[in-house]
């Protein structure tokens, strides 16, 4: 059986809460890890990719088996990949305010992570001069333009694509499930990831790279949430971006917000800034 369920993001979108909230039924099925990035064209520096699907999926009998790989979303050749695989698959995807996405990813990358180092500001206007090999390091803006992303795997896959605005769900696990025909009320939990490491950089780097992925596989899905919640990530981010410095950022995604208002039929006035 082929993977039929595919949640392709946007990173910092709930992805990570949705996964591990559907694989509490009995329905689906997801691997240890949950980003196998297996159909990425492109991965940057230290990041997981799988070189065979059957190593963690193998002989899963599961009526729905996902794939919750954000990058997905955003990498120029991973929709085609998907759809030659499996033009029959679900395509998830669940898109919020993309400033607010963007800070999210600025703080996981800075405090969670330890890979940036420049102030927010700075690493907006830095951004496409971090170009390495044909990768954005850290790409802030670049994650949260979501129209040529979406239209991509529209364009694909049709009715088969099923879009979510995180503000507008009550209950984002349970109204993915419905889309594709569960109709079970799935709790959504959904994790603290703004924390930070209590680590040292330079260990927490370590912990984070190649060397160390060979555990994800083994490791029980409970206990990684308990290393990652309990003992590495302790200490809460505090937000030091401040509310003026949100609608200077507002500028870059207006554009954006009004092809995909159109692509998508859906009103997306929510995230638009209040008038006054």
């Not at 591990?20 to 940057?44: A, H, I, M, R, Y």
């Not at 420049?118 to 951004?127: G, M, S, T, V």
């Amino acid at each position: 059986m082929k993977v039929n369920i595919f949640i392709v993001g946007a990173p910092k979108c709930a992805t990570t809460s949705v996964a591990n909230n559907l694989d509490q039924n009995e329905d689906f099925f997801l691997p240890s890890v949950k980003e196998t990035n297996f159909f990425c064209t492109k991965v940057f520096d230290n990041a997981f990719q799988a070189k065979n699907l059957d190593d963690f999926y193998g002989k899963s009998v599961n009526k729905f088996l996902c794939d919750a790989s954000p990058s997905y979303l955003h990498d120029s050749g991973s929709a085609q990949k998907i759809f030659q695989y499996n033009p029959n698959a679900e395509i998830i995807i669940i898109l919020r305010n993309p400033v607010k996405r963007m800070v999210s990813h600025y703080l996981m990358e800075r405090y969670k992570l330890n890979r940036e180092t420049l102030e927010i500001q700075d690493a907006i206007k830095e951004e496409n001069r971090r170009n390495y090999f044909g990768f954005i390091v850290n790409p802030y803006i670049f994650c949260s333009m979501y129209y040529e992303a979406v239209k991509t795997y529209l364009d694909l896959f049709g009715n088969s694509v099923h879009i979510f605005i995180l503000e507008k769900e009550i209950n984002i696990s349970s109204a993915v499930a419905k889309s594709i025909g569960v109709n079970s009320i799935i709790e959504d939990k959904r994790l603290n990831m703004s924390r930070k490491s209590i680590l040292p950089k330079a260990i927490h780097r370590f912990l984070l790279s190649k060397n160390f992925y060979f555990l994800r596989t083994i490791l029980p899905k409970d206990l990684k949430v308990f290393i990652a919640e309990k003992i590495l990530y302790t200490k809460n981010i505090k937000n030091s971006i401040v509310i003026d410095e949100l609608k200077y950022f507002e500028r870059y995604f207006k554009d954006d917000i009004e092809k995909l208002e159109k692509l998508i039929n859906q009103d997306l006035s929510i995230w638009r800034p209040k008038e006054k």
